[in-house]
């Protein structure tokens, strides 16, 4: 039977599997590796317990949400999603997580990246969402177009990147992809990195932890390249997420004299020139 009125089409928990959930995910227009399986495998290193729900009408929706219950508040987020036209991010899609989760009291906080405008923001308030007063980021993203070519890729960048680029190409070998990377070796480069900036350890740079449950659940679609000295120590690395035709920032560190010898700038564009037929996107 076919149901014509939309109204009658619903949110309903995902049952099928995690490549058929990856399969559909990549269909969908604005997907993020953050609604991938791979990325709801390494945040359940850190305790966060995995939901998928699905909206079956005319526009297909998925939303893979990350749960975990605080003095008895269950908290549900929704990184790099949920990928739907707002319009259904209605009420019934709350109700279907609070009954799947059982929580009796239950607070969620999605985290879309698609392009914040009027319109995606008064459907939001209409399905009675309202924005946060603590933002856990600073909600700005880049995307490059890796589809154009490289010598116009070139002609885009800023006079300050192209001068850098410049001195790093001629102060360095040419970066290479690193293969037999370890969460120890990576570790170490963001630790010499911590202690030249005086930066956070914490908040700043990813924990130990973190480098190692990424490689360990997302290797498969992580790429990293690497540029060294003349010892063959490395100077810079640059890392990305690969799924579908889109990429996404994940590492980037570069040793004190890395730093002096713009290591970074050569070793990221590297990466762009590996993955030229995708999308590479950074969020901070």
Same mark, same amino acid.
């Given at each position: 039977?076919?149901?014509?009125?939309?109204?009658?089409?619903?949110?309903?928990?995902?049952?099928?599997?995690? @490549?058929?959930?990856?399969?559909?995910?990549?269909?969908?227009?604005?997907?993020?590796?953050?609604?991938?399986?791979?990325?709801?495998?390494?945040?359940?290193?850190?305790?966060?317990?995995?939901?998928?729900?699905?909206?079956? /009408?005319?526009?297909?929706?998925?939303?893979?949400?990350?749960?975990?219950?605080?003095? /008895?508040?269950?908290?549900?987020?929704?990184?790099?999603?949920?990928?739907?036209?707002?319009?259904?991010?209605?009420?019934?899609?709350?109700?279907? @997580?609070?009954?799947?989760?059982?929580?009796?009291?239950?607070?969620? &906080?999605?985290? %879309?990246?698609?392009?914040?405008?009027?319109?995606?923001?008064?459907?939001?308030?209409?399905?009675?969402?309202?924005?946060?007063?603590?933002?856990?980021? %600073?909600?700005?993203?880049?995307?490059?177009?890796?589809?154009?070519?490289?010598?116009?890729? &070139?002609?885009?960048? %800023?006079?300050?990147?192209?001068?850098?680029?410049?001195? /790093?190409?001629?102060?360095?070998?040419?970066?290479?992809?690193?293969?037999?990377?370890?969460? =120890?070796?990576?570790?170490?480069?963001?630790?010499? @990195?911590? &202690?030249?900036?005086?930066?956070?350890?914490?908040?700043?740079?990813? %924990?130990?932890?973190?480098?190692?449950?990424?490689?360990?659940?997302? /290797?498969?679609?992580?790429?990293?390249?690497?540029?060294?000295? =003349?010892?063959?120590?490395?100077?810079?690395?640059?890392?990305?997420?690969?799924?579908?035709?889109?990429?996404?920032?994940?590492?980037?560190?570069?040793?004190?004299?890395?730093?002096?010898?713009?290591?970074?700038?050569?070793?990221?564009?590297?990466?762009?020139?590996?993955?030229?037929?995708?999308?590479?996107?950074?969020?901070?």
């Amino acid at each position: 039977m076919t149901i014509q009125n939309a109204s009658h089409f619903e949110w309903s928990e995902w049952t099928g599997t995690d @490549l058929e959930w990856d399969q559909k995910l990549i269909k969908l227009d604005d997907f993020t590796i953050y609604q991938a399986t791979n990325w709801a495998k390494h945040r359940a290193d850190f305790g966060w317990q995995t939901y998928r729900l699905i909206y079956q /009408g005319p526009e297909q929706c998925q939303a893979q949400i990350l749960t975990k219950t605080v003095l /008895g508040t269950t908290i549900a987020w929704i990184p790099g999603g949920p990928i739907c036209n707002f319009d259904h991010l209605n009420s019934q899609f709350v109700d279907c @997580l609070s009954t799947i989760t059982k929580a009796k009291r239950l607070f969620v &906080r999605l985290n %879309s990246l698609e392009t914040t405008s009027d319109l995606t923001c008064e459907k939001l308030k209409k399905n009675k969402w309202k924005q946060v007063t603590t933002p856990l980021s %600073s909600g700005l993203s880049l995307q490059l177009d890796l589809t154009k070519s490289e010598s116009t890729r &070139r002609e885009m960048l %800023s006079n300050n990147w192209a001068r850098n680029m410049h001195r /790093g190409e001629t102060r360095n070998s040419k970066p290479y992809e690193w293969t037999n990377f370890t969460p =120890e070796a990576i570790a170490d480069i963001y630790g010499q @990195l911590t &202690r030249y900036k005086d930066l956070d350890s914490v908040s700043d740079t990813p %924990s130990f932890e973190v480098i190692r449950s990424i490689i360990d659940k997302c /290797g498969s679609n992580l790429k990293i390249f690497r540029c060294d000295d =003349e010892q063959g120590n490395p100077l810079a690395i640059r890392g990305a997420l690969l799924l579908g035709n889109k990429a996404w920032d994940i590492f980037a560190a570069a040793t004190p004299q890395g730093r002096k010898q713009y290591s970074s700038y050569v070793t990221a564009w590297s990466l762009f020139n590996f993955v030229p037929s995708r999308k590479l996107r950074s969020t901070t």
